[in-house]
């Protein structure tokens, strides 16, 4: 059975999936939005954008083995990565039936995300 009950097809339609390669293995640390962000200011709080992606191999391999880390009731958890040359936001949720749904934005994407819904970020540990 596959790991999400459904995939949003702008990964295709926008080239944001791209395969990976083998990859190592990269410790992770949770997060959650402490305050009102847009994608550029939550993750650019954290450091350097290009140092905080994950591969797609990477982000699946995190939501296969920590179910337990990702936030419920419709809210998503945050993955940054790079496709093509560009930056993503890979949003997780569950969804209908504790099924997984994946959603991808673009990282200019300007809307804010309200620090009371309690987003989390999955970022690569420094």
């Known amino acids: ?3 999400f009950g459904f995939i949003d097809p702008d990964f295709k339609n926008w080239g944001a999936n791209e ?20 994608f550029a200011q939550m993750f650019g709080s954290a450091g350097n954008p290009q140092s905080l992606c994950l591969t797609q ?11 337990n880390w990702l936030r419920t009731d419709g809210y998503g958890t945050f993955f ?8 993503f ?19 200019a994407y300007d809307s804010v995300w309200f620090a009371e819904s309690i987003h989390r970020l999955v970022l690569p540990q420094l």
């Open 1 to 3: 059975e596959g790991v």
């Open 89 to 107: 936001v890979a949003i997780v949720y569950f969804f209908v039936r504790d099924r997984l749904f994946a959603y991808v934005d673009r990282f």
């Open 80 to 87: 940054l990565f790079k496709s093509q040359g560009e930056f």
């Open 57 to 67: 191999s990477q982000i699946v391999g995190f939501v296969r083995k920590h179910r």
């Open 19 to 38: 395969a990976s390669g083998p990859t190592p293995v990269t410790p992770v640390a949770v997060y959650e939005l402490a305050q009102d962000a847009t």
